[in-house]
């Protein structure tokens, strides 16, 4: 039992991570476009702080 | 008021918050010139390397700035701008170097101070007629000629102070990757700080034909006056380039350069790989040995060690390829190589222009598809992003090198070449001809339009520079690590678990695998690539391979662990592969990983570079759909050929 505890658990923080990877590297900028558009420029501000400063590539230095 | 009070009064001034110097002015100093010229390289010199990275509002053209300060403790801020051929400008790129050099609009990029014209010594003809615009300006210039080095390598001796005075401007040679020149040019920019500006209207740089006929007409006096002995470029280059651009010749040449590198590719990284391979599967007995049965252990050995171990064996030969590449790129071959496809690439509509962005895809289709800034044209650069994916990438190589090593026997053909390398090499024309292919369709339907004037810039030939060349592997070698330890590593863990849970139950007949959510999603899938020549397993294995590519290597060894009913089996993947699947099936994946479009990255930076969700989504199903196309005719023809 303890085993599959701590499989999960690893499970679950490695999905965490990997869907703030993708919010950070692919929709924090189109969401705080579509935030700004809409006249939410707070949260457009807000969402902004969280996009990922990469291209979204690992494989390149851009 | 007595001295001492005065002084306590001045002293108190000093102290008091109220009382506070004038931080002094930082002055703006811009990198200008022409594409090609070092201006990158020297900018680098001058901050050490050290810049911030943007981009330019409202357009995707990148903004590099630094800081620096001088010999006497002045502070600088350097602005590196984009490159250009002249002021009168055509392309995104050039509009924001001459928009900043006019200062258009100060909210945007404060106008300049003080100019730093990079010219290529070895190529004044082609550099001065910019340095002739940017006088015109009115702002204080200091003329860099950088790779002075070359030019007097090729016997160039220039009287640098006829040349000062027939420009106006003073001028410092540089040799920028070597670092020679930046204090003398930091000393020289100080002294020219001080003079004055004068504002130029917009309006005078409208250049018309006859205009520009006399500014090249002013560099060629001015050359002919400033140059004591002309540079001998036939000494070595020229001649060379007599054979390694000759129609026949070269393309000879070509096959043969391209094919030993796919040939060294298999080589060369055997037995590294193989030591890796041993490690992997060392590690996975160790954790076997060590731990107790159950999920965790699964995870370990099945999911994480399986996944990474799977993806990190191509180490040495992700290596050994971007050794190739960067060594052909630094030598100035690469270009040459683009200039005999360059007559394939004009028949197909493609704009000259678009040979860059296509070489950068050859690594990856990312910093291949930001490069098509420099093409003005929109039709010619919407052409070129939707077929650089096409290109066979890096990321590519993992997938291939698997498959081949598994399927395709390593016999010998001819000579020094064998049948692995040939098909590795194939494959690669395969993309290339992929992407003329499409490029000539879109030409002539959605993109029609009069063809493209084909303009090519050669650099010169030079001994590639070691220490950039380790700069750049370990780097490359860096990221691919990276990438492993991050994205790959994630997706196998959330793989092991789609493919571990839930449990069969009691009494079940099945494998285990059969009814897990991978199992169900396979199953489910199935119906749709059998056609194609694909089991359920290699449909989950795609379906996180489509954020990237190299993440369907790790997918299929973690499906696969899961899959074995033997306890702590490490067999390799490819020997589980050639055992469960045709060559008919390994055939039809090989074409679908050609033409499929299978990275998130890549529709992402499509998706900034043309502002739009449209073409994304139009490369992402004109390539599924010629991927699925592709390997349908591939799977069918090759079980009638009796492959199956």
Redesign the interface.
């Known amino acids: 039992m303890t085993?599959?505890w701590?499989?999960?658990s690893?499970?679950a923080l490695?999905?965490f991570?990997?869907l703030r990877?993708f919010y950070r590297?692919?929709l924090a900028?189109?969401l705080s476009q579509w935030f700004l558009k809409h006249g939410r420029i707070k949260w457009a501000m807000q969402v902004r702080q969280h996009r990922s400063v990469q291209?979204?590539?690992?494989?390149?230095?851009? | 008021m007595n001295e001492t009070q005065s002084l306590q009064k001045v002293s108190a001034q000093k102290g008091s918050s109220q009382v506070r110097a004038k931080a002094p002015v930082l002055k703006t100093i811009a990198l200008a010139g022409n594409p090609n010229c070092g201006k990158t390289a020297l900018f680098n010199a001058i901050t050490g390397g050290r810049a911030k990275v943007g981009n330019y509002p409202g357009v995707t053209v990148e903004r590099k700035e630094g800081r620096v300060r001088t010999p006497s403790g002045v502070e600088l801020r350097i602005v590196d701008l984009p490159g250009t051929y002249s002021l009168d400008a055509k392309t995104p790129d050039e509009i924001i170097t001459r928009d900043v050099l006019f200062g258009v609009d100060e909210r945007v990029e404060k106008s300049p101070d003080l100019l730093i014209a990079v010219a290529d010594a070895t190529q004044l003809e082609r550099n001065l007629g910019l340095v002739l615009e940017l006088r015109k300006l009115g702002r204080p210039i200091v003329l860099a000629l950088n790779m002075m080095d070359i030019a007097e390598q090729r016997g160039l001796d220039l009287d640098l102070e006829v040349l000062s005075q027939e420009l106006g401007v003073p001028i410092v040679p540089t040799v920028a990757p070597k670092q020679q020149g930046v204090s003398a040019l930091l000393l020289a920019v100080e002294k020219k700080l001080d003079d004055e500006a004068l504002a130029i209207p917009v309006a005078i740089f409208q250049s018309t034909p006859d205009e520009i006929r006399n500014r090249f007409s002013e560099v060629d006096r001015i050359l002919n006056l400033a140059t004591r002995k002309k540079s001998s470029p036939t000494v070595w280059t020229d001649r060379l380039d007599r054979i390694v651009l000759h129609p026949v010749w070269g393309s000879l040449i070509l096959f043969c350069v391209f094919g030993l590198m796919f040939q060294t590719i298999f080589n060369w990284a055997e037995i590294p790989k193989e030591w890796i391979e041993s490690q992997v599967q060392g590690l996975g007995q160790l954790v076997d040995q060590l731990m107790a049965p159950g999920p965790l252990k699964s995870l370990l050995t099945d999911g994480v060690i399986s996944g990474v171990g799977s993806v990190i064996v191509f180490l040495p030969q992700i290596s050994l390829l971007f050794l190739f590449i960067l060594f052909l790129e630094d030598c100035g071959y690469m270009p040459r190589a683009a200039f005999l496809m360059d007559k394939w690439m004009g028949k197909v509509g493609l704009h000259g222009r678009a040979f860059i962005p296509l070489l950068s895809s050859f690594a990856c289709a990312v910093p291949g598809i930001m490069a098509t800034r420099t093409i003005e044209n929109r039709r010619d650069r919407l052409t070129t992003i939707l077929v650089a994916p096409l290109m066979t990438c890096s990321a590519r190589l993992p997938v291939y090198s698997m498959l081949i090593a598994a399927f395709i026997p390593n016999r010998e053909v001819i000579g020094p070449f064998r049948l692995q390398g040939l098909v590795m090499f194939g494959l690669y024309l395969a993309g290339i001809f992929a992407a003329l292919g499409v490029a000539m369709l879109l030409r002539s339907t959605v993109f029609k339009g009069p063809k493209p004037m084909l303009l090519m810039e050669l650099p010169t030939y030079k001994w590639p520079d070691a220490k950039s060349i380790a700069l750049g592997l370990f780097e490359r070698a860096r990221l691919f690590v990276a990438r492993a330890g991050t994205v790959i590593l994630s997706i196998s863990i959330l793989l092991w678990f789609l493919s571990s849970y839930p449990r069969p139950p009691q009494g079940a007949v099945e494998p285990a695998i059969s009814y897990s959510y991978a199992g169900k999603i396979g199953q489910g899938l199935e119906p749709l690539v059998k056609p194609i020549g694909f089991n359920w397993k290699i449909a989950v294995a795609l379906i996180p391979s489509f954020a990237a590519r190299e993440v369907m290597v790790g997918s299929l060894a973690t499906v696969y662990a899961v899959g074995d009913q033997k306890e702590g089996a490490t067999e390799l993947l490819g020997d589980r592969l050639a055992r469960d699947w045709s060559l008919a099936t390994a055939l039809s994946l090989l074409v679908w990983y050609i033409l499929a479009c299978q990275c998130l990255s890549t529709l992402a930076v499509t998706r900034r570079e043309t502002n739009s969700w449209r073409w994304p989504a139009v490369m992402l199903i004109y390539m599924t759909t010629l991927a699925y196309l592709g390997s349908f005719v591939t799977y069918q023809l090759a079980m009638y050929l009796g492959w199956g």
Do not use: T
């Open positions: 085993q599959e701590i499989a999960l690893i499970v490695n999905l991570w990997l990877r590297g692919h900028e189109p291209s979204g590539c690992d494989q390149c230095k851009n």
